[in-house]
């Protein structure tokens, strides 16, 4: 779950780390009335991706007036794919310099990483990328949190490749390790697998500013957020109902179903477990076909969990053929069969389906499915073969 | 000879009461895993599927004798659950629970560090010896005694990889699911060193998937220990687009990290022979088995 920037400011602004004056448009209106109130804004398009910027979802206006009017011109912009619901419009900053400061998941280490780089303001990756030895990090122990002497060491090392600031240095380690301190406990008590500044603005009284934030919330731990999620989900919803969401991918997270949409594919791939599903994919693609989904029933595979699964994958009309992948550990091969016929019959699936399962009476699952009309395989990469030529030319 | 679960393991199984714990836990038995105790909280003094139940792992410890925890319990409580087992002074974890808030594993995958326990998962299906015994959700009809160690990220793969071994006469050591989650208490890096160590096994099967880069650490210490087994890999997720959450959590490509090509190109720059399909693992590990 990511949250939008004027979301991550609020939870920054609650926990005392300092934010630019902001408001919240909804309507061109909305935004001259925060012109007026705040003089020199820029208006920020809010959706949960980055790049707005390049998109010309940010500008920055000296009037209510220019305010109205590029309000108006970034609400009816879609971002890669999300509509624009909202704009924050928030007061301008004198900068020094731009820092970096995050806190994310690192998974080799197995603990969040704070990380800090006098290269702010442009995409963490980038720096990593370009020049590595510009960004110091530190593991800090999960009770702990990070000590004081932890922040300093990482602000020393990551002040060293700034030579502006060279001679502020003690004063800025001495300011990030409360800053540091903060943001840390923010994430873990958000569950954030990523809490970031980007850019950390140190302005010419010597404050440091969040300027921009990132916020990305652990969906293992969205039962413990559900006000943040309700919120997010309130934001990013029009009058239309859309989300920005791919809509097949936003209907899978409604049913409960584990479902990657692949916009284009013309094979429904289904299958039980999710390092099986993500080959069944592969193995079409192997053959020269097109995955359109990932579909993973889980464990087991009842009638009923592969009925609400095929209509899922059929409701994207590009779906001209359905591979269904399933090991059968516990479940039964004539049970799995049976499933698939009658969901075949009940929905009135006109579609070619192969079925490739093993396991327990699987002989007898796939007399079923032959005398149903239905192709069974017996190794996954027949099957795969065999859907993309029933699904023939173009797949 | 087997790797981490044996005939001699004495199973304490937290969470034994629920649907789950309780359906696992007589397909366990089953398989003639020993298992010696539950614990649920709350519920000590009662019997579950012919063994005691404890309300602490430590009372379980002291009355049963239990070195191994096989813990299947809600994602909330889990991560609580495993480091319980850890104070307690177990050997080995196996947590199969999917769905545990990360930070929550951050901590527990910190405090499990400072005891003498090694942890399994979470979000896997766990391990099996083939013959003696086995923790968790590979099916029972799968493995067969023999000479390959097979270690994997995902569960029905797993399965598929263990049964066309089984059913080419190859057989396993040891199989042992490490989960599909972002931060796992064993890594294959935490494994393949017990594969090496035991000289029963002649080959090892790596099954990765896309997401972090746990199968280029395991090209790295395969490169620096002189690993002389041979290794036949496999990888899925070759067609998942970046940025997608593909079933496991862990299963995702954030930026250039995570890429199944990365992987590949990584295991097969240390001599590993990377399959394209379960088929030609089994294939693979038949050409490299040494004798046949």
Known sequence: ?395 | MAILVDRSTRVLVQGITGREGSFHTQQMQAYGTTVVAGVVPGRGGAEALGVPVFDTVTAAVAAAGADTAFTIVPPAFAADAVMEAAAAGLRLGVCVTEGIPVLDMVRAAAFVQRTAMRLVGPNCPGLMTPGEAKIGFIPNHVGRPGRVGVVARSGTLTYEVIQGLSDAGHGETTAVGIGGDPVLGSTFVDILPLFAADPATHAVVLVGEIGGSDEERAAEWIRASGFDKPVVAFISGRTAPPGKRMGHAGAIISGTTGSAQGKIDALASVGAAVAGTIEDVVRLVGERLPGS
């Open chain 1, 1 to 395: 779950m990511k949250l939008l920037e004027h979301q991550a400011k609020r939870q920054f602004a609650r926990v005392g780390i300092a934010v630019p004056a902001g408001r919240l448009a909804r309507t061109p209106e909305e935004a001259a009335d925060a012109a007026r109130e705040l003089g020199r804004v820029a208006v920020k398009a809010q959706v949960p991706i980055g790049g707005r910027g390049k998109a010309g979802g940010i500008a920055v206006v000296d009037s209510p007036e220019a305010a109205r009017r590029e309000a108006a011109r970034i609400l009816a912009m879609e971002i890669r794919g999300y509509p624009v619901r909202s704009v924050w419009c928030e007061a301008g900053l004198e900068i020094v310099h731009e820092l970096y400061l995050g806190v994310t998941l690192d998974r080799e280490r197995r603990r969040l990483a704070l990380i800090l780089s006098a290269a702010g303001g442009m995409e963490i990756e980038e720096v990593a990328a370009t020049s590595p030895e510009r960004i110091a990090k530190v593991w800090p122990d999960p009770f702990a949190g990070p000590q004081p002497f932890e922040v300093r060491e990482l602000a020393f090392a990551a002040l060293a490749h700034a030579p502006p600031l060279a001679e502020a240095r003690g004063r800025l380690a001495a300011a990030l390790v409360p800053l540091a301190q903060t943001l840390h406990r923010l994430a873990v008590d958000l569950d954030a697998v990523t809490c970031e500044i980007n850019p950390l603005v140190l302005t010419p009284e010597g404050t440091l500013v969040a300027a921009d934030g990132k916020l990305e919330v652990d969906e293992n731990a969205e039962y413990r957020h559900r006000e943040l999620a309700a919120e997010l989900a309130l934001d990013l919803e029009g009058e239309d109902g859309r989300t920005g969401e791919d809509p097949f991918e936003a209907e899978a997270k409604r049913r409960g179903l584990t479902y990657v949409h692949l916009p284009g594919g013309s094979i429904g791939c289904i299958g039980n477990g999710a390092g099986l599903v993500m080959n069944t994919l592969d193995l079409v693609q192997q053959v020269g076909g097109r995955p359109n989904n990932f579909l993973d029933i889980g464990g087991g595979a009842g009638a009923e969990k592969v009925r609400a699964a095929l209509e899922m994958v059929l409701s994207d009309p590009d779906v001209r053929g359905v591979f269904i992948n399933i090991f059968g550990g516990i479940t039964r091969g004539d049970e799995v069969a049976r499933g698939v016929v009658q969901a075949r019959d009940e929905l009135g699936i006109r579609v070619p389906l192969v079925v490739r399962m093993t396991g327990t009476n699987e002989e007898e699952g796939r007399r079923i499915l032959a005398a149903a009309g239905i192709v069974p395989g017996t190794s996954a990469p027949e099957a795969a073969r065999k859907i993309v030529e029933l699904v023939g030319g173009g797949a």
